[in-house]
Structures are given as C-alpha cells and as structure tokens.
C-alpha cells in the first residue's frame, strides 16, 4: 500500500553524474545516429569532430541519460510498496536550459512532482534538476511519469488522491492533428539496438534476455522507450531544425507501445507555432507506439 504523506515528506539526497565525450557519442549511436550514413552532415558531428572530441555536440535527449544514471535507487521511496516487476514508465519530459557541453560533472537535486491515485495503478512523478559542477549553471530538468499497475487503490477519501507540484503549461494534453504531416521521416533500428543503447546505462534484462522477455509476454527483448524518444528527437531535429539541436527548449514523450530492435520508425510532425507534435509509428506493424512535442526556441530559416 501507498502512503502519500511518507511519499511526499521524502527529501532525496542531492547527486552527482560525470559525464564524457565518449558517453555522449556512445549514446548518439545507440539513439541512431549516422545508423544509413556513416558521414551524415547532419549528425556527424554527435560523434566526431575535426577539432577533437571534445567538440562533439550533445543531442537533447542525452539529458534522460543524467536522470537515468544518476540514482539508481530513485524510486526506493518510504511509503512507496510496489511491485517492481509492474512497473511502466509512461511519460518524458525534459526542458533543456543551455546546449549540454561534451563532457561535464553535473549537481542534481530531485523531488516528488505528483503522485495519483488511478483505482487499479498508482502514478509517480519524479523531477530531476541537473547543474554544472563547475559553473552551478542549469543545464537540464527530466519528469518521469511511472505507472505502478496494482499499487492503486490507496485513496482514504473521495475523489481519489491526486497531488501535483508543477505548471499544468509544462506538459500539455498532446493531440495529434488529424491534417496531413508537415513532415515525416523513416529510419531503421538495427536488430542490435537495444543492446547498443544499454551501454549507455539502462540494463534492464527485457531489452537484452530473451527469456526474461518471454516470461514479460514479448517474443523477444524489446526496445527502450527512451531509445524510441530519441530516434524522434533526432528525426525532429534533422527534419524542422534543419539539424540544429540548439534550437530544443523542451520535449516529451508518452510510451504508446513497445518497438522490436529491427523494426523502422516513421515519425510524422506537425508544426504548431514554435511547437513540433510528433507521432511515431511501426511500419511493419502500423502501430502508433510514442507520441508527444518539442518546443522550439525559434524556427529555422530554411524551414
């Protein structure tokens, strides 16, 4: 059972994550960068640069990597009783505050950003704040949105418990136009994705063990989710940001469905403003499996 007054009392203790230019080319890769084409114009430069390495750009979605390898005990809240076996995480969404350097010592501090009662699931919200060691700057913030199937049910009044601790403006009700894409862009995952993109951090077995993945109902291992949201990312950055990924304020991504290493991505966008909503679907299976936004800070002039 949940006890919202522990959950919400919790005081995370501050962290710190290094990071170096090979953990951001590594994760350039294992997203798919240069995957079709080795000398991309585009997004060469995530993994190599002429200067040294010390000059590669970071993509945006490299911050999901700080939350992740920061706390491994994240989720080990007093008052939180689940179990871990049916754990999901639902969303993403991550605001980014200055182009994340190559390489960096980073300070985070966590809190509990909501917490819900939905009858047959509990939902958590955990926000991460990221800064640079040295200048104290910020650099990132990351929520995650994680589903507890089973852990609902623990509201002592009516309506059912519901505490949230940020701007409704900061996550949006995504809905996807029902107008044709302004763009659309395919890319292939490669059938050693998901081991590629566990270096990076996430080792989770259901993305590498084939028995594991069975016993979980898959046929086989399947995808990270946040591998997914940077396959998107990136297609948005090449596809309206003309590849400028400064030109990202802020993202997310809900998790729809799972992906199969393998499988090709469509991603379709829509331009709303300065905001780019985007839908990824399966080719081979004609499933929606991640939708959500990128917030631009201004639009590019080749668009």
Not at 67 to 78: A, G, R, V
Not at 238 to 251: F, H, Y
Not at 269 to 274: F, I, S, T
Request: net charge neutral.
């Amino acid at each position: 059972m949940i006890n919202p007054e522990l959950v919400l009392a919790h005081k995370f203790p501050e962290t710190k994550y290094r990071y170096s230019e090979r953990d951001a080319a590594l994760y350039a890769l294992g997203v798919g960068a240069c995957g079709t084409n080795a000398v991309d114009a585009n997004e060469l430069k995530y993994v190599y640069h002429d200067d040294g390495q010390q000059f590669i750009k970071v993509l945006p979605t490299f911050a999901a990597i700080i939350s992740l390898n920061s706390d491994p005990n994240l989720f080990n809240i007093p008052g939180m009783e689940y179990d871990p076996r049916l754990l999901l995480h639902g969303q993403q969404y991550i605001e980014i505050y200055r182009p994340l350097p190559s390489n960096s010592c980073i300070r985070n501090t966590t809190r509990v950003a909501g917490l819900h009662d939905k009858g047959k699931a509990a939902i958590l919200e955990i926000e991460m704040t990221s800064f640079d060691e040295d200048s104290r700057e910020p650099l990132c913030m990351n929520r995650s949105t994680i589903y507890f199937r089973g852990a609902g049910g623990f509201s002592k009044s009516s309506p059912p418990y519901t505490f949230t601790n940020y701007s409704g403006t900061q996550l949006p009700a995504i809905k996807i136009p029902k107008s044709q894409p302004f763009a659309s862009f395919e890319d292939i995952t490669r059938p050693s994705q998901a081991l590629l993109y566990r270096l990076s951090g996430d080792y989770n077995p259901l993305h590498s063990d084939p028995m594991l993945a069975e016993t979980a109902g898959f046929p086989r291992p399947i995808l990270h989710g946040l591998c997914s949201l940077g396959f998107a990312v990136r297609a948005v950055i090449k596809c309206i940001c003309k590849g400028n990924s400064d030109m990202v304020k802020s993202l997310s991504g809900r998790f729809l469905l799972h992906v199969f290493p393998g499988e090709t991505l469509i991603t379709e966008m829509w331009v709303e403003g300065l905001r780019v909503i985007y839908q990824v679907k399966v080719k081979e299976r004609n499933k929606v499996v991640l939708s959500g936004h990128v917030d631009l800070n201004r639009l590019s002039s080749q668009l």
